[in-house]
């Protein structure tokens, strides 16, 4: 089973995602891309560290976000990836395309900067 929980703040959109990330529960990730794109983000972040497996689905899915990120000018970062899915990222060279970070840069370099409030 997987949740997803999106949080804004300011001009940033934070996806947290928690179990497992298979075809079989996509539709639920498509809505929450689809609604968070809706409201013109500068960021979209996804926050991984309850992601605790993903299949190749999506990936491909994953990748079209990026790709639809990049036309959109909307930054995509990926934060606190789990062991398992970090290798897998590693193994299949992601990070080269994704930003991938933990949790404590992601809130320095982007939650400092676009939510000067924010503690």
Not at 3 to 25: D, S, W, Y
Not at 41 to 51: G, Q, R
Not at 59 to 87: C, H, Q, R, W
Request: glycine residues 4%; aromatic residues 10%.
């Amino acid at each position: 089973m997987m949740q997803i929980r999106v949080e804004h703040r300011n001009n940033i959109a934070i996806m947290h995602i928690e179990g497992k990330l298979f075809l079989e529960n996509l539709t639920s990730l498509l809505n929450a891309w689809e609604a968070i794109i809706a409201g013109n983000p500068e960021v979209v972040a996804m926050n991984c560290s309850k992601l605790v497996s993903i299949d190749s689905s999506s990936i491909g899915t994953l990748v079209k976000f990026f790709n639809e990120a990049m036309s959109k000018n909307i930054e995509l970062i990926f934060y606190d990836l789990n062991p398992s899915v970090k290798k897998l990222f590693h193994t299949i060279h992601l990070e080269k395309f994704f930003s991938v970070m933990n949790g404590k840069k992601f809130e320095t370099d982007y939650l400092k900067k676009y939510c000067p409030t924010a503690s």
